[in-house]
Protein backbone atom coordinates (compact mmCIF):
# COMPACT_ATOMS: atom_id res chain seq x y z
CA UNK A 1 0.00 0.00 0.00
CA UNK A 2 1.18 3.38 -1.13
CA UNK A 3 -0.95 6.05 0.79
CA UNK A 4 -0.35 9.83 1.37
CA UNK A 5 -1.82 9.55 5.17
CA UNK A 6 0.26 9.15 8.29
CA UNK A 7 1.86 6.16 9.65
CA UNK A 8 0.06 5.98 12.59
CA UNK A 9 -3.03 6.53 10.47
CA UNK A 10 -2.24 4.07 8.06
CA UNK A 11 -1.10 1.86 10.71
CA UNK A 12 -4.93 1.99 12.66
CA UNK A 13 -6.59 1.23 9.57
CA UNK A 14 -5.04 -1.82 8.46
CA UNK A 15 -5.54 -3.20 12.61
CA UNK A 16 -9.22 -1.96 12.34
CA UNK A 17 -9.94 -3.77 8.77
CA UNK A 18 -7.89 -6.26 9.27
CA UNK A 19 -5.52 -6.15 6.13
CA UNK A 20 -3.28 -8.78 5.77
CA UNK A 21 -0.46 -6.44 4.16
CA UNK A 22 3.13 -6.05 5.17
CA UNK A 23 4.44 -3.52 3.41
CA UNK A 24 2.38 -0.25 3.68
CA UNK A 25 4.64 3.07 2.68
CA UNK A 26 3.11 6.43 3.90
CA UNK A 27 4.50 9.67 3.99
CA UNK A 28 7.02 9.54 6.56
CA UNK A 29 8.56 6.74 3.95
CA UNK A 30 8.73 9.36 1.06
CA UNK A 31 7.11 12.35 -0.64
CA UNK A 32 3.48 11.93 -1.34
CA UNK A 33 1.91 11.34 -4.15
CA UNK A 34 1.87 12.33 -6.85
CA UNK A 35 5.93 12.29 -6.15
CA UNK A 36 6.51 9.04 -7.97
CA UNK A 37 9.45 7.57 -5.23
CA UNK A 38 7.30 5.69 -3.19
CA UNK A 39 6.22 3.77 -6.73
CA UNK A 40 10.02 3.36 -7.71
CA UNK A 41 11.23 1.99 -4.70
CA UNK A 42 8.84 -0.73 -5.06
CA UNK A 43 9.78 -1.75 -8.40
CA UNK A 44 13.41 -1.14 -7.26
CA UNK A 45 12.90 -3.38 -4.51
CA UNK A 46 10.84 -6.19 -6.78
CA UNK A 47 13.86 -5.93 -9.36
CA UNK A 48 10.88 -5.26 -11.99
CA UNK A 49 10.69 -1.83 -14.08
CA UNK A 50 8.64 0.48 -13.75
CA UNK A 51 7.11 0.10 -17.00
CA UNK A 52 5.83 -3.64 -16.65
CA UNK A 53 3.94 -2.52 -13.45
CA UNK A 54 0.51 -1.22 -13.13
CA UNK A 55 -0.71 0.87 -10.17
CA UNK A 56 -4.45 0.21 -9.21
CA UNK A 57 -5.25 3.53 -7.30
CA UNK A 58 -8.66 5.40 -6.72
CA UNK A 59 -7.71 9.21 -7.18
CA UNK A 60 -5.89 11.38 -9.00
CA UNK A 61 -3.19 11.21 -6.99
CA UNK A 62 -2.42 7.94 -7.71
CA UNK A 63 -2.51 8.00 -11.46
CA UNK A 64 -0.31 11.04 -11.51
CA UNK A 65 2.15 8.96 -9.72
CA UNK A 66 2.08 6.09 -11.86
CA UNK A 67 2.70 8.37 -14.73
CA UNK A 68 4.96 10.29 -12.84
CA UNK A 69 6.76 6.91 -12.10
CA UNK A 70 6.20 5.54 -15.88
CA UNK A 71 4.18 2.56 -14.90
CA UNK A 72 0.50 1.89 -15.91
CA UNK A 73 -2.41 3.38 -14.23
CA UNK A 74 -5.63 1.93 -13.66
CA UNK A 75 -8.14 3.94 -11.40
CA UNK A 76 -10.82 2.59 -9.33
CA UNK A 77 -13.59 5.34 -9.14
CA UNK A 78 -16.33 2.62 -7.09
CA UNK A 79 -18.82 3.95 -9.87
CA UNK A 80 -18.51 7.63 -9.38
CA UNK A 81 -17.68 9.62 -12.56
CA UNK A 82 -14.30 11.48 -11.77
CA UNK A 83 -13.53 14.45 -14.21
CA UNK A 84 -9.77 12.84 -14.57
CA UNK A 85 -10.51 9.42 -15.49
CA UNK A 86 -10.19 10.03 -19.27
Keep these: IVTRNS ?3 SAMKVTQNNIAIDHVLTREHFPAKPAPDA ?3 IATQWQIHPQH ?3 VGDYLYDIQAANNAGMIACLINHGIERDYQH
Design 7 to 9: LAA
Design 39 to 41: LLA
Design 53 to 55: IIY
